[in-house]
């Protein structure tokens, strides 16, 4: 572990307050993050209220090699909001949101919470998509792409993404949008936090008073998942289907009966009026008659809940593009299902298309446009002894499966580092590779799913 002592004695005197360290009563609570397992003890945590705390921050830490984490929402699987010894930069504090509701923007910065940003902005009946739980923070799940209930109306969060402001490695902070900076701001739009710290972004947003949405539960067969899988590909782009499979927990608002069972849960958004939604749902009710069925209009930010369980779950998940579920493949995801161990074993896969193939490839680092269909296969325990187990659980239902190697970064589980090479098709990682040497040429924000600067890697 480098000494951080003098480190630690100038932020202080920058910073003051703001600098947490392990004797003071905050460190515990800055160390939590959503996924647990082995402790991970930065020697400080820097407290961000503005701009310029996180400039001098980078500014003092950058030049001593010493690690620094990024943490927003704290969501990342492989804990990168964390580093041992090292010292993170929590931007929790930052919060600040400027709604321009006659332009239909808003700067937001990054320390929200998707549920914070989106209740602000639904108040005015407006909204910007991000995924399907609230308390991911605006930070990472843009900078990774941003795949949501509105993506296949309104695309992805970073085609959403006006402009930004950027603390680079030199510690400058500089807006990065189609006319400033172009490199950087296609960059930043899928490429992660790996070419300086984003401390707002400017959003565009949509007219969103209500949807119609909620839940389908479906009795779960390899015939149900690949019939609603492949009609969640082809339903009209305004229905949203993201398709959960799993062995039922015995969670209170599943029926007892169904508690030990195979279960298809639907989550359901349809962006427009209500008619036009049941027409939309009645063919996934032919497919087997609903267990469950809570869908209503509703405001969006009534989708978009938070963790209702105080949980810290420890596993392993694998993700991979696919063009379509046979029957077959259906069978092979049920089985494996059946055939699981760990507490909380899904396979979840996502319906893409839609608004997210009106951009061209080249237009942001998030280069996957024209697939179908995205696949996430998780087994979380609270209990890290049984890792292994879980990842060799996840790792047979990926090599069963995948028809190439591609992959989505929010989607990551833990992943060797040389799978992010698998994140960026074509030119996308060279072209990445070259701003990161001109924005991050010492490779100070690398506590990520990290590109090397070509003159590094
Ligand atoms: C329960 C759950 C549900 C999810 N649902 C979805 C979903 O529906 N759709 C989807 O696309 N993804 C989803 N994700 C994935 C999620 O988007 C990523 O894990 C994301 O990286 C989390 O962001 P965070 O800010 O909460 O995490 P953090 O751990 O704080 O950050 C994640 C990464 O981004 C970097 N970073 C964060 N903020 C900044 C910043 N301002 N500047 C520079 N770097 C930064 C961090 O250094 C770290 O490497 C989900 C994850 C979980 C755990």
Known sequence: MPDTTELIERLRATLGDAVVTAEDERYAAALVVFYGGEPIRPAAVVLAQTPDDVASTVRLVAPTGVELAIRSGGHSSDRFALCDGGIVLDLSGMKALSIDAEERTAWAETG????????????????????DIGDVGIGGITLGGG?????????????????????????????????????LFWAIRGGGGNFGVVTRFKFRLWDLPTLTGGMIVLPGSAEALAAVVDYAANAPEELTLMVNSMVAPPMPFLPEAVHGKLVIMLNVAYVGDPESAEAALAPVRAIAEPLIEQVAEMPYAALIPEQALDIHPVGSARTMFLEALTLEQAQFVVDHLRSATAPMASAGIRVLGGAIDRIPVDATAYAHRGRRLLANFAAYTFDGSEVAELE????????????????????????????????????????????KARYDPDNVFRRNHNIAPVSVG
């Open 392 to 435: 060799d659980w996840v790792d047979e239902l990926w090599h069963e499966l995948k028809q190439d190697d591609a992959a989505y970064l929010n989607f990551f589980g833990h992943e060797p580092p040389r799978r992010v090479r698998d994140v960026y098709p074509g030119a996308t990682w060279e072209r990445l590779q070259r701003v």
């Open 112 to 131: 929200m919470t998707v549920r914070e940003y989106t209740q602000a902005v639904g108040e005015l009946g407006l909204a910007t998509g991000f995924g």
């Open 147 to 183: 795949l949501g209930y509105l993506s296949r109306v309104h695309g992805l969060t970073i085609d959403n993404v006006l402009a930004a402001e950027v603390v680079t490695a030199d510690g400058e902070l500089v807006v990065a949008d189609e006319h400033n900076h172009p490199d």
